[in-house]
């Protein structure tokens, strides 16, 4: 599959559609969202009315970045439960990696319907995720879309017609190892499935340098927190992200 998606001679066919259109919206200039979006998106933003929200993603990304010793990375975030939150803290992250002037972030989006990346897209796309991992004339840079934050870029979940078992594949190990080594720059954020769904959370953890897991306040029990923990294995496991805690 790798080898056919980089042969020169074959134009892969979504650069007539998905990756022209990705293209245009980055010579056009895209409506921003504006403060009082960011803030009913749950977006951080140096604007925002709770600091202090902002600072504990840049407290994770500071621990994420000490242990990459600086360079770029792949990190997967996924919830112990399903609702945990970890679009949310998914989104945030590379939102807060966005921040930096001197970085870019790509969010993935591991499954569908996510209301902060549908907001995040200034235009529906024609192809996403599934699409690129079930058809090899697809190329990669046609499922990269421009956002309406500055500097983050979002892969969206694609057609939800397909198989999830596409996570699995050789082909998402490759997506995940070419968004680095492409741009020295770019911060992968990957919003993984929830961690119930072990088998799929497992094969993408190990193709993260790290993993992020998200809990609920309260809503957890410890046995559980340790089989997620177990499942992703404790050499990649970067933290723990309480959601929702009540604590000032």
């Known amino acids: 599959m790798a080898a056919e998606r980089d042969d020169p001679s074959t134009e892969p066919r979504n650069e007539r559609t998905g990756a022209t259109r990705a293209r245009i919206t980055e010579m056009q200039e895209i409506p921003r969202l504006m403060p009082a979006e960011l803030d009913r998106l749950g977006l951080v933003h140096p604007l925002m009315p709770v600091p202090a929200v902002m600072d504990a993603f840049k407290s994770l990304l500071d621990?994420?970045?000490?242990?990459?010793?600086?360079?770029?990375?792949?990190?997967?975030?996924?919830?112990?439960?399903?609702?945990?939150?970890?679009?949310?803290?998914?989104?945030?992250?590379a939102a807060t990696i966005a921040l930096d002037h001197h970085r870019t972030a790509l969010l993935i989006e591991g499954g569908p319907g996510s209301e902060i990346v549908q907001r995040l897209l200034m235009i529906p796309p024609d192809y996403g995720l599934t699409d690129y991992l079930g058809d090899p004339t697809l190329d990669v840079e046609g499922i990269i879309y421009s956002s309406r934050v500055p500097r983050l870029r979002v892969i969206p979940f694609g057609s939800t017609a397909r198989e999830t078992r596409l996570l699995n594949s050789a082909g998402m190990q490759h997506l995940l190892s070419s968004a680095c080594s492409r741009y020295s720059d770019r911060f992968v954020v990957l919003d993984v499935p929830g961690a119930s769904q072990l088998e799929t959370t497992q094969r993408l953890a190990r193709w993260c340098?790290?993993?992020?897991?998200?809990?609920?306040?309260?809503?957890?029990?410890?046995?559980?927190?340790?089989?997620?923990?177990?499942?992703i294995g404790r050499d990649r496991l970067a933290g723990v992200v309480i959601n929702r805690d009540p604590a000032p």
């Open 209 to 231: 340098d790290f993993v992020v897991l998200v809990v609920p306040y309260g809503g957890v029990s410890t046995s559980r927190l340790r089989a997620a923990a177990d499942a």
């Open 63 to 93: 621990r994420l970045l000490e242990r990459s010793e600086g360079k770029n990375f792949v990190v997967g975030v996924t919830g112990v439960t399903p609702g945990a939150g970890g679009s949310f803290v998914a989104a945030n992250l």
